[in-house]
């Protein structure tokens, strides 16, 4: 009988040594994640492992699994203790080594397996730990899933059985690249900045693009888990600075960036100018509209309104549909309406056919990029971006926020806005035209400018993003209301980066 997991352990100590470590606020609303050593140890991923494999009989799937790990200091035993729990749990796992997030989606077709659980923290600081998990390929768990394997993990309801097995798949990074690669080259030849952030992307991201036909300039592809320069995270200003600082010395074409575990690409283009993945997404859907007419895009509820007023987009007959933000929920989503894309501002980007298979991968995002301009070679980057009406956008910014109160600060700041909305207050000098509430509160006024308050899944913070298609003193006049009343709830903290 595997220890019932506890939720608190004193380090150093004997129990801490001899029992599963789980904080229960590691399980989120779409994945996992911890602070490897303060809130989960190696028998609570262990523990993880049992209820994942529990999990998987339960909902009937074919007991079978692909794992994978991120390039970080830890990750890798971190992964041998979910796989000795989930052969105890009675799962055969394929083991596809060191990966980006998107070839473990990929490894589930490939390998003909239902079910993944990568480990991965994301662009999480280092000292986070997590798993991306799944078991009905392309889409990976919702909240339904993610609560129950919670309950079964912190209920001790750990059941093991006979019938685990292990297999490493030799080279299959080769296997994955070549699916990407085998397609007809470029006919433009661009110069293009690979930049990875020292993350897991730079074993894989300039081989994929050289294979197409791009000139790579490398930019902190190198492999180092202490992420030396920057975290690797395409909407980090530090990262996307550094990016831009490159195309300016190098004269490239465009600016790829790839977060720690490859799934999202951030751009900037040949004049340096750093394009926020929402805006991208418009260029995106402007360019696939026009071959596929009458398609419906998925975005989440930080992303700009062009979606919605685009000429382009309302010419091409585009229908968007605003969700919940989350790579879970926009991937699900996808899939319902059978929508062409799905973009989200954080740069999860899901293509279904033609274009890929309906998971979130920042190489595909990337290869379609260098297609769209491929597509228009009279033009750079900068005249394709130009081409989309201008709006002043934020950076995501994200106010901490404990993990066992911030959806309750979330909710008070959507009651807050509600209030004042059947009061008939201004916000920002404005009425309120709408309030959009399928994920936290999308506060819109008269002039269309509008500003998101939302609690963030995978990290103690709220989520704040402003946007005004009237002017940069509108948007900066909307975040000073919405900071006001966060400044209402004490357990509101600093933002990590504001504008």
Not at 181 to 197: D, E, H, S, W
Request: glycine share 10%; net charge negative.
């Amino acid at each position: 009988m595997f220890p019932k997991p506890r939720t608190s352990l004193t380090p150093n100590t004997y129990d801490y040594e001899s029992l599963p470590l789980v904080k229960p606020t590691g399980f989120r609303e779409y994945d996992a994640r911890w602070l490897f050593q303060k809130e989960i140890n190696l028998m609570g991923v262990q523990a993880l492992g049992i209820g994942l494999g529990t999990l998987l009989h339960e909902l009937g799937t074919k007991p079978e699994i692909v794992t994978g790990h991120d390039f970080r200091g830890y990750s890798s035993s971190i992964k041998y203790a979910l796989i000795s729990g989930l052969m105890a749990a009675g799962i055969k796992v394929k083991d596809i080594g060191l990966a980006m997030s998107p070839m473990a989606y990929f490894a589930q077709f490939d390998l003909d397996v239902p079910a993944v659980a990568m480990v991965t923290a994301s662009h999480n600081d280092n000292g986070w730990t997590g798993v991306k998990m799944g078991a009905q390929r392309p889409v990976t768990f919702g909240p339904e899933e993610m609560g129950r394997l919670k309950e079964i993990v912190l209920s001790g309801d750990l059941k093991t059985r006979d019938g685990g097995g292990y297999e490493f798949i030799e080279n299959f990074p080769a296997r994955y690249i070549a699916d990407l690669t085998n397609r007809p080259k470029l006919k433009r030849r661009l110069k293009v900045i690979a930049a990875c952030g020292n993350g897991t992307a730079g074993a894989f991201a300039p081989q994929i693009l050289e294979a197409i036909g791009c000139e790579v300039v490398p930019l902190d592809t190198e492999l180092d888990h202490s992420f030396p320069r920057y975290n690797p995270n395409p909407e980090d200003m530090k990262m996307l600075h550094a990016m831009a600082d490159k195309v300016r010395e190098v004269g490239a074409d465009v600016a790829l960036g790839f977060d720690g575990d490859g799934d999202r690409c951030g751009v900037v283009d040949n004049e340096g100018e750093e394009i926020f993945a929402d805006k991208i997404g418009v260029m995106l859907a402007r360019d696939l509209s026009t071959l596929h007419p009458g398609s419906t895009f998925v975005v989440d509820v930080k992303s700009t309104g062009l979606f919605v007023t685009d000429p382009v987009l309302i010419k091409n007959g585009v229908k968007a549909d605003y969700w919940k933000t989350g790579h879970s929920y926009i991937k699900r989503r996808v899939r319902d309406l059978d929508a062409l894309a799905g973009f989200e501002k954080s740069g999860h980007f899901f293509f279904n056919a033609p274009v890929g298979r309906g998971y979130d991968d920042g190489l595909v995002t990337a290869l379609a990029v260098c297609d769209m301009l491929d597509r228009n070679p009279g033009k750079s980057m900068a005249d394709l971006y130009r081409e989309v009406p201008k709006t002043w956008g934020t950076p995501t910014m994200a106010p901490h926020c404990a993990d066992e109160v911030k959806y309750e600060v979330a909710n008070r700041v959507v009651k807050r806005f509600e209030a004042m909305h059947a009061a008939g207050e201004t916000v920002a000098g404005q009425p309120i035209r709408d309030l959009i509430t399928v994920n936290g509160v999308r506060v819109v006024s008269q002039d269309g400018t509008w500003g998101l308050v939302r609690a963030s899944s995978n990290k103690p913070e709220l989520v704040v993003v402003i946007e005004s298609p009237v002017s940069e003193a509108r948007t900066r006049e909307m975040f000073k209301a919405i900071d006001d009343v966060l400044r209402e709830n004490p357990e509101v903290g600093a933002y990590n980066q504001t504008f």
